[in-house]
Nanobody, 124 residues
Framework: QVQLVESGGGLVQAGASLRLSCETS????????MAWFRQTPGRGREFVGA????????EYADSVNGRFTLSRDNYRETVSLQMDRLTPADTAVYYC?????????????????WGQGTQVTVSA
């Protein structure tokens, strides 16, 4: 059974940092491109970033580029999202996603496996 479990969300003030983690099981982890998306009420899931199978290639949404950093540990089968200089616009539920593809896709339908999400709230 495939499971993706996000953790690390919370309530912080603007300018603070958070580190989200996604622990996986039941996947051939090293065969997965991993990604993070976020969603606010009434809107679709927005691409945040993706990381290649080996971890050597990353892509980010323009809105987070330079503030957020993706990493993965293929031994522990986890992926992390370091979020710095947070703003209220970053408030959302953050989702971890995986797909056995070489492509770093920027759309939600491009990912097969999803976690349940973790809430990040940034106050002004």
């Amino acid at each position: 059974q495939v499971q993706l479990v996000e953790s690390g969300g919370g309530l912080v003030q603007a300018g603070a940092s958070l580190r989200l983690s996604c622990e996986t099981s039941g996947l051939a982890f090293t065969a997965q491109t991993m990604a993070w998306f976020r969603q606010t009420p009434g809107r679709g899931r927005e691409f945040v970033g993706a990381i290649s199978r080996g971890g050597g290639v990353t892509e980010y949404a323009d809105s987070v580029n330079g503030r957020f950093t993706l990493s993965r540990d293929n031994y522990r089968e986890t992926v992390s999202l370091q979020m710095d200089r947070l703003t209220p616009a970053d408030t959302a539920v953050y989702y971890c996603a995986a797909d056995p593809t070489l492509d770093l896709r920027r759309y939600a339908s491009g990912y097969t496996y999803w976690g349940q999400g973790t809430q990040v709230t940034v106050s002004a």
